[in-house]
């Protein structure tokens, strides 16, 4: 099995994914705290860049409200966790079960009643203002005033409450976006990675060769839900607080899926790319105005616009493509 997920990588490839995979294992030994945040961060949407990558680079549905599952997930583990004292790991599950739940409405609405390209797009986009709507006046959840989680110390690590340090947040990241770069490999080498594709590049060619359309459109977006779910998890017990303007809104969904619009839509390296792009860059300009002593409000604003137009201008199909030829890392066969 591992031999067929392997066809076709060149050994380069495999030698600088080994290299990149030791370096972020060792980067919190000499690491401060402020570049273990900014790695976590990194990590962070790489992850989600990833999940987001299945449902519109794989299969072609563009979501611009993904942010309704990364609130979803947030919400329903925090608050067993904060009510009941359920691990999140418990509520992990419930998390998964509402999103997926989610994502299956709106796909079910959408592809059932043949609501396509942006008019799916507006429809994910209502699904995740109505979220922020509704968790703003949802007393259960603290509404507008906020779900704060209790924070015992940061000197114990207790993997199963989801309480200790950065670093270990860092390494839990870590091994989410390891797990989701290889799940994804395996996705698109897999029979329904073909489909996706194919469903991608034209549904109509697609449903003449027999493809069931409903099917794995629905499959993409049920599990692009899922694993968002659990970065909600993750978001929610690193920052400890959770607000229904801040994670629900359409701002939240567009700085979700930058990275792989940056890295390159379709590709397994591009959400990595784009977020280590997007974010580490943004955080050096950010560090280093405020050295000079220069405050700009809005600058990560700024430089993500930039990049978005610099991409979309001389790389329209994302960074890493053309790098990956320079490097001499395309696949072959």
Not at 163 to 189: D, E, K, N, Q, W
Not at 291 to 309: E, R, S
């Amino acid at each position: 099995m591992i031999g067929r997920l392997l066809q076709g990588v060149p050994r380069r490839g495999l030698a600088m994914l080994a290299a990149l995979l030791a370096f972020l294992v060792v980067f919190p030994a000499f690491a401060s705290g402020y570049l273990l945040s900014v790695g976590f961060l990194i990590l962070y949407f790489a992850y989600v860049g990833q999940a987001w990558n299945i449902m519109m680079g794989f299969a072609g549905q563009l979501s611009l409200g993904h942010s309704l599952y990364v609130g979803l997930g947030a919400y329903a583990a925090a608050a067993l966790y904060v009510h009941f004292g359920l691990s999140p790991w418990i509520g992990l599950a419930a998390s998964i079960a509402v999103c997926a739940l989610a994502g299956a409405a709106i796909g079910f609405l959408a592809f059932r009643f043949g609501v396509a390209g942006v008019y799916f797009a507006i429809l994910t986009i209502a699904f995740a203002e109505f979220a922020r709507i509704g968790f703003d006046h949802f007393a259960w959840v603290r509404g507008s005033s906020g779900l704060f989680l209790p924070v015992a110390n940061y000197a114990e690590n207790d993997l199963w409450n989801l309480r200790g340090s950065p670093r270990m947040f860092y390494f839990l990241m870590l091994g989410m976006t390891a797990g989701a770069f290889v799940l994804c490999h395996a996705l698109l080498r897999s029979r329904m990675g073909y489909y996706w594709r194919a469903i991608r590049e034209s549904p109509e060619a697609a449903q003449a060769l027999g493809i069931n359309l409903f099917r794995y459109k629905m499959i993409a977006v049920v599990l692009s839900a899922a694993m968002t779910s659990l970065a909600g998890v993750v978001f929610a017990f690193y920052y400890n607080n959770l607000f229904p303007e801040q994670i629900f809104h359409i701002s939240r969904s567009i700085e979700l899926i930058l990275g792989p619009i940056i890295g390159g839509i379709g590709t397994l390296v591009g959400p990595l790319v784009g977020a280590l792009l997007l974010t580490g860059l943004a955080e050096f300009m950010g560090e280093l105005l405020l050295a000079l002593g220069v405050d700009v409000p809005g600058v990560k604003q700024v430089f993500y616009g930039i990049c978005l137009l610099l991409v979309v201008v001389f790389l329209p199909h994302g960074v890493w493509p053309p790098l990956a030829r320079v490097l001499g890392l395309e696949r072959k066969g």
